[in-house]
């Protein structure tokens, strides 16, 4: 059991350091961030979706930037599209579930809206069929997947993909370049004085 412990801690260690030695992906983390920002001077708002695991990631992200972050500030416009779970089970059932999140980008999202969609695969139906419905919109869309990409390689603008197929893994990096995004926006948006 120790050894998995370890083994663990290397793994996610090695993914996040090939991030690190990854210009591309500093500059695609970059560029995430600069259309975020852009988004809410414009006075937009950011939706973020995900299945499981990346569900509740898109839910604490969403969390981190209507909340706070590292310190006390306005509030920004953000929320993760399945936290309204009479919604999420009435369009499932009435529709299907893979219409779950296009059909609410299609009540709330606006053109310059940014739509954060989180899948280790990338092939998640519901994602996916979110991001052809942002384009239409005229949306942001960024994808947060693991190292192909899957299907929304072609549907994003842009793709932050994890160089790792091990969902864990994947997903904790996931968490730290979303980590990483709102405390570029909040001190952007609101710099504390020195």
């Known amino acids: ?7 663990s801690i290397r793994v996610s260690v090695n993914v996040k350091n090939a991030i690190l ?5 500093i500059d695609k983390i970059l ?7 852009q988004c809410y001077k414009q006075g937009g708002k950011l939706l973020f979706c995900g299945n499981g695991g990346s569900a509740a990631d898109a839910q604490h992200l969403s969390a981190e930037l209507s909340g ?3 310190y006390d500030r306005p509030p920004l416009s953000a929320e993760a599209l399945h936290v309204n779970t009479s919604y ?11 219409e779950v999140y296009a059909r609410m980008v299609r009540a709330v999202g606006n053109k310059g809206d940014i739509l954060v969609g989180l899948s280790t695969s990338g092939n998640s139906e519901n ?16 994808a947060l997947t693991g190292i192909t990409g899957g299907e929304l390689k072609e549907k ?3 793709l932050l993909n994890i160089p790792s197929k091990d969902t864990p893994r994947i997903q904790e990096s ?7 995004l709102c405390q570029l926006v909040e001190a952007e948006l609101f710099p504390k004085e020195r």
């Open 127 to 142: 994602i996916v069929k979110a991001f052809i419905e942002a384009k239409e919109k005229g949306m942001i869309t960024i």
């Open 88 to 98: 999420l089970t009435a369009v499932a059932n009435d529709y299907s579930f893979n």
């Open 21 to 25: 030695a990854d210009p591309v992906m």
């Open 68 to 70: 706070r972050f590292y």
């Open 156 to 158: 994003s603008q842009i």
């Open 1 to 7: 059991m120790k050894e998995t412990i370890l083994e």
């Open 174 to 180: 996931h968490i730290m370049i979303g980590h990483i």
């Open 31 to 37: 560029t995430a961030a600069k259309e975020i920002i």
